[in-house]
């Protein structure tokens, strides 16, 4: 592997790490000068490149859509830096993405589809963690693209700035399309309302971990989710009423409420 700390300049030339042609893992760190990832920055079809990490460089502001095309990459973290915007596209290109790892950028406010499109390419991952970045808002359908990926089992959204009013989570329309996801964490937020159990059961249907502590919950949201996730869903029909009802989550298995008001 190579690190390399206080890149010195603001662009990766192309071809820069060509020469390096066994070069499994790369970290650049600490780069104060490094302020755009321009086309073809990181586009080596022949490097066996597994590991990527662009770490704590907070003048980076700019990805281009092509910045990456990176055939053998398994885990990507953008970590630390001042990217507010990710191009559509910009995933398209690590077919063999395993782990994704979007972290410490506080300059990323909001999540929309577009954003994340790319990522449908990526039909072997298993892991996004977007912690401790200063997200306020998902829009609806911003996982939509991720639907089709059956290995996608982790989400970490902890320690943003997600809360329920101005703009609200809906977990409905937020968190659609994590279908196959079982482990999802909110915890660190500013939720002061629990998601609705109906609703996280359309939306991530497989879920069986949720970690909801440290937000702002009351103990009477705590409780009526919890009610709701021992609840059955009665259906109004007489004929169906007189058969054993669905659990509405019957994947849950472990709910982290602790440290709310």
Known sequence: GLQIDNY???TLPPGLFAPLMQLAMLKLHASASLLSLDSNAFSYARLPLTSLAISHSPRLSRIAADAFN???LQELDIVGTGVRDLAPGTFSKLAKLMVLKLEENMGLTALNASMLAGLSACKRLSYVSLMHNNISRIAPNTFASLASLSGLIQVALDNNSLGDSSPPLNAASSLAGLRSVVWLNLAGNRLSRAPSAQALAASVPDLRDLNLEQNSIS??????LCAALRSTLLNASSQQEQQPP??????LRCLLLGRNR
Do not use: H, I, K, R
């Not at 103990?219 to 009526?224: F, I, K, Q, V, Y």
């Open 246 to 251: 669905p659990s509405s989550f019957p994947a």
């Open 70 to 72: 990176l055939p053998q």
């Open 8 to 10: 010195p300049a603001s």
């Open 219 to 224: 103990s009477e949201g705590a409780t009526a």
